[in-house]
């Protein structure tokens, strides 16, 4: 635009003034912007007026003019704009405005701005769009990019090793949950054996019934106690005698009146023995065993073999007061 | 009217038709479309003026389409991409406002 402003005033006169000659429009035009509020068609100085062989002088004054209206219009564009619409009554900026808008005319300025116009309307429309829906990124420039991007990297890099550690943590985890729930395991497994072992839980497995009964009131304790060991030597794992449960610290009192852990035990005594039938009946029948034994004492001993033994009679745990564990 | 008609129908044909700029021109048509915008103002302000002449008016459309463009371009080869069009874009600014202070001196006469 400020390439046109120097030609620009000069040729605003010429074309606002149809009505003076010609040759006097250049002065007309520079005495009214130098002088400011000279009307128009004064001269300013009246030895160049109507010469015919001023031209070049004319030209001179003119660009001399030109210089002083962009300078002006540059400093304060008032200063140098004021005059004009005092000058031209009619024809303001605002009427060729409103000329230049209605009515329509296709004329070859119009139809070229419009082209150029359509230009620019597209090339906006495209920004706009391309800005608002493209997201941040879009009209980034290529080293803010690649910032962006050296960024991102070293974040997931950073996340990358966050996240291997965090693995790490949880295969740690899992492994001493899976250890501890291991160790959970056999220890309660332990604890049952025990149990049975100590006569806390109940039993029940193969094994054998057996039935003494004693008419003549002959079975003593030591009977009893030699029948039991002879079990246990056969592998019985649980016995139990008239629902008293027989483990490792139970003791038989008494002569006829058997009393098992300090409960009397009446016959017929029955005993439920956990263990091998196969190697627990032949030991209580060997000649010379505890059947021969029972049965010269005029005891009926009947042995029956059974798939499913249930033990269960129990025993209180008692915590020992003096013996406590070495280990 | 026709050429504010152009500006209307430019606007509608971009949102409707959605043409996909290469991605060469990309970081270019924003300061085109100010450099251009500079134009229209300086082109309006002559039409003001009364001194419009449309061939002017498409000459300096271009050459500031053009060199605008290509003092991004130069930039971006010189590595001052980012500074230059901020200045070409403050330039421009500067000089649309004036063209704006001149426009509203005429049609408000204020």
Redesign the interface.
């Known amino acids: ?4 402003n120097p ?3 000069g ?2 006169k010429r ?2 003034l149809p009505a003076e000659e010609p040759a006097r429009d250049a002065h007309a035009a520079a005495s009214a912007d130098r002088g400011g509020a000279e009307p128009a068609g004064s001269p300013g100085r009246p030895g160049s007026h109507g010469a015919p062989g001023h031209d070049e002088h004319a030209g001179r004054d003119e660009r001399a003019a030109g210089e002083a209206v962009t300078r002006g ?1 540059d400093e304060e ?2 200063g140098a ?1 004021a005059p ?2 005092g000058d031209e009554p009619g ?4 009427q ?2 409103a000329a ?7 004329t ?20 706009v ?3 608002s829906e493209g997201g941040p990124l879009r ?1 980034a ?4 990019l690649v910032r962006i991007l050296d960024e991102l990297d070293d974040r997931s890099a950073r996340l990358q090793g966050e996240k291997q550690r965090l693995e790490g943590q949880q295969r740690e985890l899992e492994n001493s949950s899976d250890q501890a729930e291991e160790a959970r395991r056999q220890t309660r497994q332990k604890a049952r054996q025990l149990g049975v072992l100590a006569g806390t839980v109940g039993a029940e497995g193969p094994g054998l019934h057996i039935t003494v009964r004693d008419p003549g009131g002959a079975v003593e304790a030591d009977m009893l106690l030699d029948t039991i060991q002879e079990l246990r030597a056969a592998g019985a794992e649980a016995i139990e005698v008239n629902d008293v449960r027989v483990v490792a610290s139970s003791y038989l009192q008494g002569a006829t009146d058997v009393r098992i852990d300090g409960k009397a035990v009446a016959p017929p005594y029955r005993f439920e023995v956990i263990g091998e039938p196969k190697d627990l009946e032949p030991a209580l029948n060997i000649p010379g065993g505890v059947v021969q034994t029972l049965e010269k004492e005029q005891a009926g001993v009947e042995v029956s073999r059974s798939e499913k033994i249930t033990v269960d009679a129990l025993r209180s745990t008692k915590q020992p007061d003096y013996a406590r564990s070495s280990q | 009217m026709i050429a504010v008609l152009g500006l209307i129908v430019g606007v509608v044909a971009g949102l409707v038709v959605r043409p996909v700029v290469p991605t060469v021109m990309e970081p270019y048509l924003p300061i085109a479309v100010v450099a251009a915008l500079d134009a229209v103002f300086g082109g309006l302000r002559a039409m003001l003026d009364g001194i419009f002449n449309d061939k002017v008016f498409v000459v300096s459309f271009l050459s500031n389409v053009v060199v605008a463009a290509l003092i991004v371009f130069l930039g971006d080869k010189l590595g001052v991409g980012a500074q230059l069009s901020t200045g070409v874009v403050v330039v421009l600014g500067i000089r649309i406002f004036s063209n704006a202070a001149a426009i509203r001196r005429h049609v408000f006469r204020a």
């Open positions: 635009m400020s390439d046109e030609r620009g005033v040729g605003d074309q606002a219009s564009p008032e704009l004009e619409g024809v303001t900026g605002r060729r405005l230049a808008l209605w009515p329509p005319r296709v070859r300025a119009q139809l070229t701005v419009a082209v150029l116009l359509f230009v620019l309307g597209l090339g906006l429309a495209i920004q769009r391309s800005t009209g420039r290529q080293e803010d």
